[in-house]
């Protein structure tokens, strides 16, 4: 139980501090997902299950704050974190730096899967555009270096 109450902390600040920065600093909202990063930590390290209810949850509190088309955010991160989870059930990905990388490819992924889900819905979807991707990947890398090791230092997560 307390492992679902620090997941939904973690959730609930991850939606608040994106909502904040979205209206204080926009260029920012474009190139850093908090809650991405949280739906990452619970992938890598294995736990398909905690990361897909991380997904759905963040992605659905994110599609209600920021508006956009209810249920896009909810399914691409179930989706991440489904993908993640099972790499990371056989493969270490607890370490800062192999997270750092996850969160890379996941934001790629998130990319690549939302105007598909679009698609599926009938609405119109514009693929990435490839400056778009690079902001994205390289915001939510550092991003997620800096998150994982500090969480490291912190003894959250592995230093190696």
């Given at each position: ?5 620090t ?5 609930v ?9 979205s209206?204080?600093?926009p260029?920012?909202?474009r190139?850093?997902d ?17 990361a897909m ?11 209600v ?25 056989h ?6 730096p192999?997270r ?8 790629l992924?998130?990319?690549?899967v939302?105007?598909l ?15 778009d991707l ?6 939510n ?9 500090l ?5 959250l997560?592995?230093?190696?």
């Amino acid at each position: 139980m307390k492992g679902f109450l620090t997941g939904l902390a973690l959730l609930v600040s991850a939606v608040m501090l994106q909502v904040l920065a979205s209206h204080r600093v926009p260029p920012l909202h474009r190139s850093v997902d908090l809650v991405l990063l949280v739906v990452v930590y619970y992938g890598s390290a294995g736990q398909r299950v905690g990361a897909m209810f991380a997904g759905a949850a963040g992605g659905l509190l994110e599609d209600v704050w920021l508006g956009d088309v209810m249920g896009i955010h909810g399914l691409s991160k179930t989706l991440i974190a489904y993908v993640l989870g099972g790499i990371g059930s056989h493969f270490e990905l607890s370490s800062a730096p192999a997270r750092t990388v996850a969160v890379m490819l996941a934001a790629l992924l998130e990319s690549a899967v939302q105007p598909l889900i679009l698609l599926g819905l009938g609405l119109p979807a514009a693929p990435p555009q490839p400056v778009d991707l690079l902001l994205r990947c390289l915001g939510n890398g550092v991003a997620g270096a800096l998150l994982f090791s500090l969480a490291a230092k912190k003894g959250l997560v592995p230093a190696t």
